[in-house]
C-alpha cells in the first residue's frame, strides 16, 4: 500500500522559491567515499556549476521522467540541454554538439549503477558554406533545401552489468532533429516540423530531438541573497519566453524495468565530451531538479560533475546539514528543522518505502518512479505532497511544482513542520501538449510588434510593398519593386560600413 500525503493545497503564501530543489540531492550514499575514475563527470542544471556554465551545449538543465499519461504502458523521459536559449539568436541558431554523448541511464535494480544507457549523438549538415544564413528560405519540411543547416542522431542502446558493457543495439540511425523556431516567415507551420520530427524506433520506443519551450518554471531571482528579504517581486517566470533543445523518449514500462514485481527504475542524464585525444569526458549529470545549485557548496560542484551516482556518499554531509534551511532562518525568521535531515536521504536518495523505493536500495541521486502507478486523471501540481502518488518526486512530470514541493520539504513538511512555502509561479506560461513530446512548442524568434502601419493576418512585405508607392502613382509594381529594392540596397550599404568600422576598431585593439 502506498503512502498518502494529505494536503489541501490551499492556503499557499507564495514566499521563497529557494530553488531549494535543494532537495535533494546530494547524492549521496553513506556508503563510502571512492576514488573518482579518470574520465567521469555529472551533474547540471541552469548554469549550476562554474565549468560547466562556460559550454552551453553540453549543459543538462533538466530532466523529467513519468509515466506515459495517454500510454500508461509506457514511461517517457525528457531531458533537456542548453540554457536561456533566446528565441532571436540567430545567425547560427542552436544545435547539439557533434562532439557530444548524450546519455539517458536506467538503474532497474537499485544499485546505483546504470544498467541500460540509451546513447544519442548527433550530427551537424550544411547544404551551402557560403551563406550566413540558417535557412535561405520558408521552410516547409526537414529535408526543404532552404534548411540550409540541419542534424541527424543515432540512438544506441548500451546493456552493462556492473558498469561493463554487455551488448550494444542501434535503434535508430540518421534521424531528424527538429530545427530551431527562426519565426513565421521562415517556418510558417513549425508544428509540422516537429511532427516530422517523431520517430518510431526499433524496439517499441519513440523519439524526439529538437528545440522546445523550456518546461521548468519558477522565479530564479531567488539568487538575489533570497530576495534580499522582500517578497513583493515574487512569481515572475524567470524562464518564460527561453528555450530549450530537447530529447525525448518513450520507451515501453517491460523494456527498461527489472520485472513486474520490482518496477521500481532510477534514471538520470548525462553529456559526455569528446577531448583532443578522441576519448569522452562526462560533463554534466542531472537526476533530481536544482541538486548542484543549492545542495552542495561551490567547494563540491564542479566535483558533483566528475562524480557517479555510486560516489555520492562524499557529498552525504550536504543533504543531511543543508546550508538552506539555515539561510531560510536567517533571513525570514522560519525555524530550521533539525539536523541531520535523514527525511531528505530517505525521499530523494532512496525513494519513498511503499512508493518509489527499490529493495535493497543504494542511496544515490536519482530521479526514481514507480513504472506501475498509473497516470492521475487530475494531476496535482505539487504532487506526492498533495495526495497525488503519480507525481514529484516519483519521477517528475512537466507540470510538477518542484520548486514548491522542495522548498516545504527542505522545510520540514515530512517530519512535521506543515508550511506553504513557494514561489507564487504555479504553471509554465505555454501549455504542454496532450501527446508525444509533450514539451510545448518552442517560441519563434519572431514575436516583436507589427511594423507601423501594418495589420495582422496579412504579409507584412506586401503591405511595405504598397506603403513605397510614389505619391500619385497608379500602383504600379515595377516603381514599387525599383523602391524596395534601392531601400534595401542602402540599408545593405549601412550595414557594410558599419560592419567593415567594427572589424577595424577591433584590428586595432587586438594584442596580437
Not at 515574487?234 to 524495468?257: C, F, H, M, W
Not at 553529456?271 to 548542484?292: D, E, K
Amino acid at each position: 500500500m502506498t503512502p498518502h500525503f494529505s494536503r489541501s493545497g490551499t492556503g499557499r503564501t507564495g514566499l521563497v522559491t529557494l530553488i531549494c530543489g535543494a532537495l535533494a540531492a546530494g547524492g549521496l550514499t553513506a556508503a563510502g567515499v571512492a576514488t573518482l575514475a579518470p574520465g567521469e563527470a555529472s551533474a547540471s542544471s541552469h548554469r549550476e556549476a562554474p565549468l560547466i556554465s562556460g559550454t552551453p551545449q553540453y549543459d543538462n538543465t533538466d530532466l523529467y521522467a513519468f509515466v506515459s499519461p495517454d500510454k500508461p504502458d509506457t514511461t517517457t523521459i525528457v531531458a533537456n540541454w542548453i540554457p536561456f536559449e533566446d528565441p532571436a539568436g540567430g545567425p547560427n541558431f542552436y544545435t547539439f554538439a557533434d562532439d557530444a554523448q548524450y546519455d539517458l541511464h536506467i538503474d532497474n535494480n537499485g544499485d546505483a549503477q546504470g544498467e541500460l544507457v540509451f546513447r544519442y549523438t548527433f550530427k551537424t549538415h550544411t547544404k551551402n558554406g557560403n551563406t550566413f544564413l540558417y535557412n535561405t528560405g520558408p521552410v516547409t519540411s526537414l529535408d526543404d533545401p532552404d534548411l540550409n543547416v540541419t542534424q541527424t542522431y543515432d540512438i544506441d542502446l548500451i546493456r552493462l552489468k556492473n558498469e561493463h558493457v554487455m551488448s550494444k543495439t542501434k535503434l535508430a540511425d540518421d534521424v531528424p532533429v527538429a530545427p530551431s523556431n527562426v519565426g513565421k516567415a521562415s517556418m510558417p507551420d513549425y508544428g509540422k516540423l516537429r511532427s516530422q520530427a517523431v520517430y518510431k524506433t526499433a524496439g517499441g520506443a519513440t523519439t524526439f530531438a529538437g528545440q522546445a519551450d523550456d518546461p521548468f518554471f519558477l522565479d530564479l531571482r531567488v539568487f538575489d541573497l533570497l530576495y534580499g528579504g522582500n517578497l513583493s517581486e515574487v512569481g515572475r517566470d524567470t524562464l518564460k519566453g527561453y528555450n530549450v533543445n530537447s530529447i525525448a523518449l518513450q520507451v515501453p514500462n517491460e523494456l527498461i524495468r527489472e520485472s513486474g514485481h520490482q518496477p521500481i527504475v532510477g534514471i538520470w542524464s548525462t553529456t559526455q565530451r569528446r577531448n583532443a585525444q578522441g576519448y569522452y569526458t562526462q560533463v554534466s549529470r542531472l537526476g533530481n531538479p536544482l541538486v548542484n545549485e543549492v545542495v552542495n557548496p561551490q567547494k563540491d560542484k564542479d566535483k558533483f560533475n566528475a562524480s557517479q551516482p555510486w560516489y555520492d556518499g562524499q557529498f552525504l554531509k550536504n543533504v543531511t546539514n543543508p546550508e538552506l534551511p539555515k539561510l531560510i532562518e536567517g533571513i525570514y525568521k522560519i525555524k530550521a528543522p533539525a539536523e541531520p535531515r535523514n527525511d531528505l536521504v530517505d525521499v530523494f536518495l532512496k525513494g519513498v518505502k511503499g512508493l518509489n523505493q527499490p529493495p535493497n536500495v543504494k542511496a544515490s541521486e536519482q530521479l526514481r518512479l514507480n513504472t506501475s502507478i498509473k497516470p492521475a486523471m487530475h494531476p496535482k501540481r505539487l504532487g506526492v505532497l498533495d495526495g497525488d502518488n503519480a507525481g514529484f518526486p516519483n519521477g517528475r512530470r512537466l507540470t510538477d511544482d518542484v520548486i514548491d514541493e522542495a522548498l516545504q520539504v527542505v522545510e520540514g513538511e515530512l517530519v512535521g513542520s506543515k508550511n506553504d512555502l513557494g514561489d507564487a509561479v504555479d504553471k509554465n506560461d505555454k501549455k504542454f501538449e496532450s501527446y508525444f513530446p509533450y514539451v510545448a512548442q518552442p517560441t519563434a524568434g519572431s514575436r516583436g510588434p507589427l511594423a507601423k502601419g501594418t495589420t495582422a493576418g496579412t504579409d507584412v512585405r506586401s503591405q511595405l510593398g504598397d506603403a513605397l508607392q510614389p505619391a500619385g502613382s497608379s500602383g504600379g509594381s515595377d516603381n514599387t519593386m525599383l523602391i524596395a529594392a534601392s531601400a534595401a540596397s542602402g540599408a545593405a550599404g549601412i550595414l557594410l560600413i558599419g560592419a567593415a568600422f567594427a572589424w577595424w576598431r577591433r584590428r586595432m585593439q587586438r594584442a596580437y
